[in-house]
Antibody, heavy 116, light 112 residues
Framework: EVQLVESGGGLVQPGGSLRLSCAAS????????MNWVRQAPGKGLEWVST????????NYAESVKGRFTISRDNSKNTLYLQMNTLRAEDTAVYYC?????????WGLGTLVTVSS | DIVMTQTPLSSPVTLGQPASISCKSS???????????LSWLHQRPGQPPRLLIYKISNRFSGVPDRFSGSGAGTDFTLKISRVEAEDVGVFYC?????????FGQGTKVEIK
């Protein structure tokens, strides 16, 4: 059974940094593109970033470009999201999701709260 | 960016009755490979989303056959033939034809 488990969320002040992780199991991690998708409290889903299998190609939403960096370590079956210069509007549950042309498996999410 | 517009945003339904959700994209979702990458997701309260339908009409593994997807180009529909209690929550369409990936606003389905 495929499992994705996010971690690293928490409370951070505006302007601060946080690194999220997504540990994958039950799949050949290196064979799949991976994504981060977020959901602000009471709001809809917003795609954040995608990384290809080798990590050679990445894409970002305009709202996070230049501040967030997606990466992966295929030897550790782990996806990352380095978030810098955080803003109040980055407050959300962050989900990792598997797939390039469809999001076919999701983790439970980790909550990031940006507040002073 | 491709804008995804869902209607209705809220749908009170009676158990056992059908339901339908529309999703319209601001431009064609036909990919250069000929496929149309339009998916439907369902999010129950307090849970992560899960994939229901991909490439317009393909049910994902384990998805009941009361869910069906249809459409082409810029107009798509998710139909539930007979709503069950476990269907409450929010349904989202999403396009993965091009970057940035974009979601519809979500349609909240609740039981009357």
């Amino acid at each position: 059974e495929v499992q994705l488990v996010e971690s690293g969320g928490g409370l951070v002040q505006p302007g601060g940094s946080l690194r999220l992780s997504c540990a994958a199991s039950g799949l050949t991690f290196s064979s799949y593109a991976m994504n981060w998708v977020r959901q602000a409290p009471g709001k809809g889903l917003e795609w954040v970033s995608t990384i290809t299998t080798s990590g050679g190609n990445t894409n970002y939403a305009e709202s996070v470009k230049g501040r967030f960096t997606i990466s992966r370590d295929n030897s550790k079956n782990t996806l990352y999201l380095q978030m810098n210069t955080l803003r109040a509007e980055d407050t959300a549950v962050y989900y990792c999701a598997k797939g390039f042309l469809l999001f076919d498996c999701w983790g439970l999410g980790t909550l990031v709260t940006v507040s002073s | 960016d491709i804008v995804m517009t869902q209607t209705p945003l809220s749908s009170p339904v009676t158990l056992g009755q059908p339901a339908s959700i529309s999703c319209k994209s601001s431009q064609s979702l036909v990919h250069s490979d000929g496929n149309t990458y339009l998916s439907w997701l369902h999010q129950r309260p307090g849970q992560p989303p899960r994939l229901l339908i991909y490439k317009i009409s393909n049910r994902f593994s384990g998805v009941p056959d009361r869910f069906s997807g249809s459409g082409a180009g810029t107009d798509f529909t998710l139909k539930i033939s007979r709503v069950e209690a476990e269907d409450v929550g929010v349904f989202y369409c999403v396009q993965t034809t091009q970057f940035p990936r974009t979601f519809g606003q979500g349609t909240k389905v609740e039981i009357k």
